[in-house]
């Protein structure tokens, strides 16, 4: 698997960034970025999944976002940030390509088809954002769990992956308790199976019901932001 931000680029900007590329394995669980430390490196996600975590008090958490392989993680290097905003673990393994944060911004600077995917996928990390804490704040968690199967199929284009509880309760900002008490109650209702962190959705349509409007928000955003700016 590629990364589609790289494959929007042209095929010259692309071969200009490709020397500077160093592909890496991620293991799940791995922290990538610590809020308010320096950005060292960026990374273009092929076949991995990172969740960005809001972090509160040191130990409350909240995902803010997920990066696949239609985006990067430390977009904002590119609008002058050197230090994370977020804890970036690593919820899927696989692979990225890693670049240098000073190196990646140099190249930001002189590179308009670079730019323009950049800042168009921006747009989609902070709608995400918004949606996300709009969606915590009104919704009960049931709704907010079938939004995050929902959107973590999305990214990794597969009916099943693994997700444990534990890892849930820290992006939905709730007690492993909730977590098992949502999770049981959309397997009650025959749309997914989970044992063991083992997720398998069964009835799409019907998870998409039982989420909440900012799935389709946010998933609607993000296609209409990507496909201006992978043309």
Same mark, same amino acid.
């Given at each position: ?76 290097? *590119? ?49 995400? #954002? ?38 849930? *309760? ?34 799409? #349509? ?26």
């Amino acid at each position: 698997m590629t990364n589609q931000l790289l494959e929007a680029l042209p095929a010259a900007d692309l071969a200009r960034l490709l020397p500077m590329l160093e592909l890496v394995k991620v293991e799940v669980g791995e922290v990538l970025f610590e809020p308010r430390e320096p950005i060292r490196a960026i990374y273009f996600p092929h076949d991995s999944l990172i969740s960005l975590l809001g972090v509160a008090e040191g130990r409350m958490t909240l995902e803010v976002g997920l990066v696949g392989r239609e985006g990067m993680l430390g977009a904002t290097v *590119a609008l002058g940030h050197e230090l994370a905003q977020v804890r970036a673990v690593v919820q899927r393994a696989g692979t990225a390509s890693r670049m240098d944060s000073a190196r990646f911004r140099a190249q930001f600077a002189s590179n308009p088809a670079l730019q323009r995917v950049l800042y168009r996928y921006t747009d989609t990390l902070l709608a995400q #954002a918004i949606q996300i804490a709009v969606c915590s704040r009104f919704h009960v968690l049931e709704a907010r769990l079938a939004r995050s199967l929902l959107v973590t199929r999305d990214r990794l284009q597969s009916d099943k992956f693994h997700l444990t509880h534990e890892f849930l *309760a820290h992006a939905l900002g709730v007690r492993r308790v909730g977590v098992t008490k949502a999770a049981s109650a959309l397997q009650q209702q025959g749309l997914i199976i989970y044992s063991r962190g083992n997720i398998e959705i069964l009835d799409v #349509a019907g998870l998409v019901a039982a989420s909440c409007k900012c799935y389709e928000i946010v998933k609607e955003a993000g296609e209409a932001a990507l496909s201006t700016a992978f043309i």
